[in-house]
C-alpha cells in the first residue's frame, strides 16, 4: 500500500505542479489501534511555483483527493500551513510527530520539526485536545451501553492534555506511548490495556456495556483541565519574520529560482 501512496503522491506533483514537501499517516494507523477496514488517511503539505504566490486574487489552499474507499488523500499549502503553525495548530503539530512517513522531501519537514520544538503553544493545544475529547464524549459515550471503539477517541485526546502537563512538550501521536506514561492507577491500566489488545487484533469492538471505571476517569479530567488550561499563559508568539524566512527559503530550494 506504501508503494501505491508514493506513486498518487507523485502523481500529484506532476498534475497539479507542486512539490510535495512531507506526506505522513494521520488517524488511527498513526494512532497504533487501526480496524480491519480503517482507510488510510495521507496528509501532505505542499508548495507552488513562486509565480502562484504573486496575485491578488485568493486561491485555493487545499488539494482533496478521495481516492477510493481505503485511501484519503489531502494536503495544505505551504503559506496555510506557515499560517496555521504559527498558531500552534495541533493537527499540523500531529502530521510533524506521526510515526509513518510517507515522502520528506527538501529540508522544510525538518526545519518545522525544530521551530515546533521552540515555538509550540501549550494553551492552544490542550484547548484542541480538550475540545476533541469533550465533543466525543457527548458524542459517543452516553447511555448504559456505548460503542466500545469510541472511547480511544476521548481517551487518546484526555490522555495528550496529561501529557502536555506532565512533560511541557508536544505529546506523542501513538497510543500506546501515551497510555504507559500517563496512566498510573493499575485498574483503570488494565482496562484500557484490554480494549487496546482487543483492538489491535482485529476484533470489531461494537456496543456493550459502559466501562464505569473509564468514563469516571474521563469525567474527573474533564473538570480537572477544564480549570487547568485557564490559568496557562500562552507562551511566546513565533515571529512573523521567521516564517517568511522559512516560506522563502523553501520555494527558492524546490524550485531553484532567486528571490533577491
Same mark, same amino acid.
Given at each position: 500500500?506504501?508503494?501505491?501512496?508514493?506513486?498518487?503522491? *507523485? +502523481?500529484?506533483?506532476?498534475?497539479?505542479?507542486?512539490?510535495?514537501?512531507?506526506?505522513?499517516? %494521520?488517524?488511527?494507523?498513526?494512532?497504533?489501534?487501526?480496524?480491519?477496514?480503517?482507510?488510510?488517511?495521507?496528509?501532505?503539505? !505542499?508548495?507552488?511555483?513562486? +509565480?502562484? /504566490?504573486?496575485?491578488?486574487?485568493?486561491?485555493?489552499? $487545499?488539494?482533496?483527493?478521495?481516492?477510493?474507499?481505503?485511501? &484519503?488523500?489531502?494536503?495544505?499549502?505551504?503559506?496555510?500551513?506557515?499560517?496555521?503553525?504559527? @498558531?500552534?495548530?495541533?493537527?499540523?503539530? #500531529?502530521?510533524? *510527530? %506521526?510515526?509513518?512517513?510517507?515522502?520528506?522531501?527538501?529540508?522544510?519537514? #525538518? @526545519?518545522?520539526? =525544530?521551530?515546533?520544538?521552540?515555538? /509550540?503553544?501549550?494553551?492552544?493545544?490542550?484547548?484542541?485536545?480538550?475540545?476533541?475529547?469533550?465533543? =466525543? !464524549?457527548?458524542?459517543?459515550?452516553?447511555? %448504559?451501553?456505548?460503542?466500545?471503539?469510541?472511547?480511544? /477517541?476521548?481517551?487518546?485526546?484526555?490522555?495528550?492534555?496529561?501529557?502536555?502537563?506532565?512533560?511541557?512538550?508536544?505529546?506523542? $501521536?501513538?497510543?500506546?506511548?501515551?497510555? &504507559?506514561?500517563?496512566?498510573?492507577?493499575?485498574?483503570? !491500566?488494565?482496562?484500557?490495556?484490554?480494549?487496546?489488545?482487543?483492538?489491535?487484533?482485529? $476484533?470489531?469492538? &461494537?456496543? #456493550?456495556?459502559?466501562?464505569?471505571?473509564?468514563?469516571?476517569?474521563?469525567?474527573?479530567?474533564?473538570? !480537572?483541565?477544564?480549570? /487547568?488550561? @485557564?490559568?496557562? #499563559?500562552?507562551?511566546?508568539?513565533?515571529?512573523?519574520?521567521?516564517?517568511?524566512?522559512?516560506?522563502?527559503?523553501?520555494? *527558492?530550494?524546490?524550485?531553484?529560482?532567486?528571490?533577491?
Amino acid at each position: 500500500m506504501k508503494d501505491k501512496i508514493i506513486l498518487k503522491l *507523485k +502523481e500529484i506533483e506532476k498534475d497539479e505542479n507542486v512539490k510535495i514537501l512531507f506526506a505522513v499517516e %494521520s488517524g488511527s494507523r498513526a494512532w497504533g489501534f487501526p480496524s480491519k477496514d480503517s482507510d488510510y488517511d495521507v496528509r501532505f503539505v !505542499y508548495v507552488r511555483p513562486l +509565480e502562484w /504566490y504573486l496575485s491578488i486574487d485568493d486561491k485555493r489552499e $487545499v488539494l482533496e483527493y478521495p481516492i477510493d474507499d481505503l485511501l &484519503d488523500i489531502s494536503g495544505w499549502d505551504l503559506k496555510k500551513a506557515l499560517s496555521l503553525f504559527r @498558531k500552534s495548530n495541533p493537527s499540523l503539530i #500531529e502530521w510533524l *510527530k %506521526s510515526p509513518i512517513i510517507y515522502l520528506d522531501q527538501y529540508s522544510f519537514m #525538518e @526545519k518545522l520539526i =525544530n521551530l515546533s520544538k521552540e515555538y /509550540y503553544s501549550l494553551k492552544a493545544s490542550i484547548y484542541h485536545y480538550l475540545n476533541m475529547a469533550s465533543f =466525543n !464524549y457527548k458524542k459517543h459515550l452516553q447511555g %448504559s451501553t456505548v460503542n466500545t471503539k469510541k472511547y480511544f /477517541y476521548v481517551l487518546r485526546p484526555i490522555l495528550a492534555c496529561s501529557w502536555i502537563e506532565d512533560k511541557k512538550t508536544l505529546p506523542p $501521536v501513538e497510543f500506546d506511548k501515551l497510555l &504507559d506514561s500517563q496512566v498510573d492507577d493499575q485498574e483503570l !491500566y488494565s482496562r484500557i490495556a484490554e480494549l487496546l489488545k482487543r483492538k489491535k487484533s482485529g $476484533v470489531e469492538l &461494537d456496543v #456493550e456495556e459502559r466501562i464505569y471505571s473509564i468514563h469516571n476517569y474521563l469525567e474527573e479530567q474533564f473538570v !480537572y483541565y477544564k480549570n /487547568y488550561v @485557564k490559568d496557562l #499563559e500562552d507562551g511566546e508568539r513565533l515571529e512573523l519574520l521567521i516564517l517568511d524566512g522559512l516560506f522563502r527559503d523553501t520555494i *527558492k530550494e524546490c524550485w531553484d529560482v532567486d528571490l533577491h
